[in-house]
């Protein structure tokens, strides 16, 4: 059965680096295009970004130019490379295939002094 796999999430003081992993189990990894999405207490889930099968990305407001997406589709892995970490960035973070979805099962950021 296919899934995704998050790991790497913890807790990190404000302006430090995390990098979350996504691994995909399954076959075709590289055809599929994947997102990350998170979810802050009391918020709605939302995307931090998203890249397709030839690797061009996408990025909310929120984390353009401090978070990066890619990927190592010999390894079946997505990665979310965050820099510059914010208070608010504190949020579970979910690796999602958009088609047929998938979601992970999220892995905790805690951004705190």
């Known amino acids: 059965q296919e899934q995704l796999v998050e790991s790497g999430g913890g807790l990190v003081q404000p302006g430090g680096s995390l990098r979350l992993s996504c691994a995909a189990s399954?076959?075709?990894?590289?055809?599929?295009?994947m997102a990350w999405y998170r979810q802050a207490p009391g918020k709605q889930r939302e995307l931090v970004g998203m890249i397709n099968t030839g690797a061009s990305t996408m990025y909310g407001d929120s984390v353009k130019g401090r978070f990066t997406i890619s990927r190592d589709n010999a390894k079946n892995t997505l990665y979310l490379q965050m820099n510059s970490l914010k208070l608010e960035d504190t949020a579970v973070y979910y690796c999602?295939?958009?088609?047929?979805?998938?979601w992970g099962q999220g892995t905790q950021v805690t951004v705190s002094s």
């Open positions: 399954g076959s075709s990894f590289s055809a599929y295009t």
């Open positions: 999602h295939r958009l088609f047929p979805p998938i």
